[in-house]
C-alpha cells in the first residue's frame, strides 16, 4: 500500500493536489479514493467522485511504479481523464471570488490603517512643534521678566508690557526663585556627597595606615626581642634608626640591642681638667693620644688658651722664615692664634694690606688668610701701608 505522503508529494511536484472528499464514505461524491485538482485554478483534473487510487494517482503524476509485478505485461491503455462536474467548478469559483474579495478588502484595511497612522504621526509631529515653540516662548519672557525684576521695574508694569496679570508674573518670580533654590539644593547635595565620600576615603586610608603602623611597630618590638639593632631593623623596614629608637621608647621596650644590655660595661679612667682640675671618669676609648690634654668642656678649653701678646717678637721670627707652628709651639700657643695676634696688630696700625701681609703669609692665594677675615671682622684693604717698616 503506498503513503498517502507520497501520493500528495508527487501530487505537489507536478502542481496539483491530491485531496479526499469530507462527505459521508459510500456516496457518489466520495467512493473513499483521491481527487486531483490543479493548484493555481482549483480545477479538477481527474477522480471527480474521489475515485483515484494511490497507483493512478502517481501514475497520472508521472511516477514510476512503486511495486513492480512478478510477471510482465504489457503496458495497460490509459483511462481517459474525466472532465471535472459543474458543481466543482462552481464552487472552486466561488471559492477563488471569496478568496479575490478577501484579499481587496485586507489591502483596502490596511491602506486605512496606513493613512491613520501617517495622520497621527503628523499630528503628534505638529503637537511636539507647537509644545516647543510654547517653552521657548516661555524661556524668552522668562528670561524677560528677571531682566526687568533686575532693572526695578515693578510688577504692575511688566505684567503690562508682557500683556499677563500681575498674580502670574509673580507665580514665574516665584517658580524661578524655587527652581534656583533646587539647582544650589542639588549642587550643595553634590558637594555634601563628594565630601563625604572623601572624608570616607581619607578615614579609610588612616585606618590602613595606622593597622600597617600597629604591624611595624609588633614587627620591631619582636626584632629587638630577638636581639637585632636599631641599624638592622632600620634598614629590614627602610626606616631611620631613630624612628626605631622612638618606637621602642613608645612600646617600653630597651633603646640597644639585648647584646650591649648584657655586655659587661666598658672600664673607665679617672681624668683630671686640665683648666680647673675637676676629676671626670671617662672611658678608655674616648682618649685619642695618651699625653693629650682633657678638659670638662669648652668653656674650660677656652679658658686655657694661650694668647699671643709679643706681635713683635712673631714678625721677627717670621721674617726669619719660622712657620707659624713653629712659632705656636715657642709662644705655647696654637698657629691660628699666633696669626690672629698678627693680623689684629696690622689692622689696629692700618698696614692689613696686600703689600705687607703676602710677605708675611708667602702665598698669593686670597683663601690664604680668608679665614682671618671672618673670624677677626678685619677686612684687608687695598690701599698702601702708612709706614714702610713694621718691625721697627
Request: glycine fraction near 6%.
Amino acid at each position: 500500500m503506498v503513503p498517502e505522503a507520497k501520493v500528495r508529494s508527487a501530487a505537489r511536484r507536478n502542481g496539483m493536489l491530491a485531496v479526499k472528499s469530507t462527505d459521508r464514505l459510500g456516496t457518489p461524491d466520495n467512493l473513499g479514493a483521491f481527487q486531483l485538482i490543479d493548484a493555481r485554478t482549483w480545477q479538477v483534473i481527474a477522480g471527480p467522485s474521489y475515485n483515484l487510487l494511490a497507483e493512478d494517482v502517481i501514475h497520472l503524476c508521472g511516477g514510476p511504479a512503486l511495486a513492480p509485478r512478478s510477471d510482465p505485461k504489457p503496458p495497460a491503455k490509459p483511462k481517459p481523464v474525466a472532465m471535472p462536474s459543474p458543481r466543482l467548478a462552481r464552487q472552486a469559483e466561488q471559492r477563488a471570488a471569496r478568496l479575490a474579495v478577501a484579499e481587496a478588502r485586507a489591502s483596502e484595511r490596511r491602506a486605512r490603517q496606513q493613512a491613520v497612522a501617517e495622520k497621527r504621526a503628523d499630528r503628534l509631529r505638529a503637537r511636539q512643534a507647537r509644545r516647543q515653540e510654547a517653552a521657548e516662548e516661555r524661556s524668552r519672557r522668562d528670561a524677560t521678566i528677571v531682566a526687568a525684576t533686575r532693572r526695578g521695574l515693578s510688577t504692575r508694569e511688566i505684567a503690562t508690557g508682557l500683556g499677563i496679570t500681575r498674580e502670574r508674573v509673580r507665580q514665574i518670580r516665584l517658580a524661578m526663585a524655587e527652581a534656583r533654590a533646587s539647582e544650589r539644593r542639588a549642587r550643595q547635595q553634590a558637594v555634601a556627597e563628594k565630601r563625604a565620600d572623601s572624608l570616607r576615603a581619607r578615614q579609610a586610608r588612616r585606618q590602613e595606615a595606622a593597622e600597617e603602623r600597629s604591624r611595624r611597630d609588633a614587627t620591631i618590638v619582636a626584632a629587638t626581642r630577638r636581639g637585632l639593632s636599631s641599624r638592622e631593623i632600620a634598614t629590614g623596614l627602610g626606616i631611620t634608626r631613630e624612628r626605631v629608637r622612638q618606637i621602642l621608647a613608645r612600646e617600653g621596650e630597651p633603646t640597644i640591642p639585648r647584646a650591649q644590655i648584657l655586655r659587661p660595661p666598658a672600664a673607665r679612667t679617672a681624668v683630671t681638667c686640665a683648666a680647673c682640675g675637676k676629676v671626670n671618669w671617662r672611658a678608655a676609648r674616648d682618649f685619642r693620644t695618651e699625653y693629650a690634654r682633657h678638659y670638662c668642656g669648652r668653656q674650660c678649653q677656652g679658658a686655657t688658651q694661650r694668647r699671643v701678646t709679643d706681635v713683635q717678637a712673631v714678625l721677627a721670627l717670621r721674617a726669619e722664615g719660622a712657620s707659624w707652628a713653629a712659632i705656636g709651639r715657642q709662644f705655647r700657643a696654637s698657629a691660628q692664634a699666633a696669626q690672629r695676634a698678627v693680623w689684629r696688630h696690622l689692622a689696629e696700625s692700618g698696614q692689613l694690606t696686600a703689600v705687607v701681609v703676602e710677605p708675611l703669609w708667602r702665598t698669593r692665594q686670597p683663601p690664604g688668610w680668608h679665614w682671618l677675615e671672618h673670624s677677626t671682622g678685619q677686612a684687608l684693604r687695598v690701599d698702601k701701608p702708612s709706614s714702610p717698616n713694621l718691625f721697627c
